[in-house]
């Protein structure tokens, strides 16, 4: 049997982002027994352990660093938005910490206008809008919750991380940026993981490693999927991941979102759905 390529893309994000839900639940699991430097310091430094051989099986040209400056910039923007993600994930429900976390493809859109001189369309900007009212529903003001703020910094983070990727030369593969981008991340997280350094369990260094490993996964099969299938006819499978982490945060943690949360969650999503490949893949179906 036949599997078309738009199949196996969003086989390959389902999968990633089952991945990515359950490093999620391992950083969790660790009740922030760690502090957030040394979880930063030990998930990159595992990373990059994993990724050397990959990176060392490729052509010396192939290996090399470009744009040195790009790929440091966004190795700080790792180590503040791993920080934030850690510490929004402690002190909040699962599904909570991701709703706002996955605000950041509408932060993308004022920081793109911003940085790379993008005039969207009207569509767009409505939808941003209609996104960060869910949002605000989610952080729930009348009940705030300071973690909040720590999702919100992950998600700008990880906005500006994905708006500069736009800016990395496009004959660099993904591993090299991988690898480097994790390395240049250890010096400046290992001098802060030194200076708030505690014990550490192998139980803790399992976790964190758990985590790295998985995050890897999810960036594999990101990249895969991509590579197989247009974005805008399987990008909507990156929101499996709202699913899973709901359905771990019941499971592992009794966190039973809200009503008021599930309509926060469903206008973030709103926005992002690509309503128009969805109407004309149903149109060619139809014939």
């Known amino acids: 049997m036949n599997i078309s390529a738009v199949s196996i893309g969003v086989i390959l994000l389902v999968i990633g982002n089952l991945s990515a839900s359950l490093s999620d639940v391992a950083v969790k699991l660790l009740h922030g027994g760690i502090s957030p430097y040394q979880y930063i310091f030990v998930r990159q430094f595992l990373s990059v352990l994993l990724i050397s051989p990959i990176w060392l099986h490729q052509s010396k040209p192939q290996r ?29 429900p699962l599904a909570t910490a991701n709703a706002i976390i996955y605000a950041a493809p509408l932060i993308m859109l004022p920081l793109s206008i911003w940085l790379l001189k993008e005039v969207p369309p ?3 900007v409505i939808g941003t809008i209609i996104g960060f009212c869910g949002v605000l529903i989610v952080l729930r003001p009348s009940q705030f919750h300071w973690a909040g703020l720590f999702a919100l910094g992950t998600a700008t983070t990880l906005a500006l991380f994905n708006i500069l990727a736009r800016k990395i030369p496009q004959k660099q593969p993904i591993v090299t940026t991988l690898f480097w981008t994790s390395l240049l991340s250890l010096p400046v997280s290992g001098l802060l993981a030194l200076l708030d350094w505690q014990p ?3 139980d803790q ?7 790295a490993m998985l995050i890897l996964l999810y960036n594999g099969c990101a990249v895969k999927a991509y590579k197989k299938a247009p974005a805008g006819q399987i990008a909507l499978a990156e929101y499996s991941g709202l699913i899973f982490v709901g359905l771990f945060g019941v499971w592992w943690f009794d966190e039973i979102p809200d009503l008021l949360t599930a309509l926060g969650i469903a206008l973030i999503i709103l926005p992002l759905i690509p309503f128009r490949q969805l109407f004309i893949r149903a149109k060619q179906s139809s014939k």
């Open 122 to 124: 009207l569509g767009k």
């Open 64 to 92: 090399a660093l470009t744009a040195p400056y790009l790929t440091a910039t966004r190795s700080i923007l790792i180590i503040i938005g791993s920080g934030c993600l850690m510490v929004a994930i402690t002190h909040l």
């Open 205 to 211: 260094i399992a976790l964190v490693g758990a985590s």
């Open 200 to 202: 550490i369990s192998i």
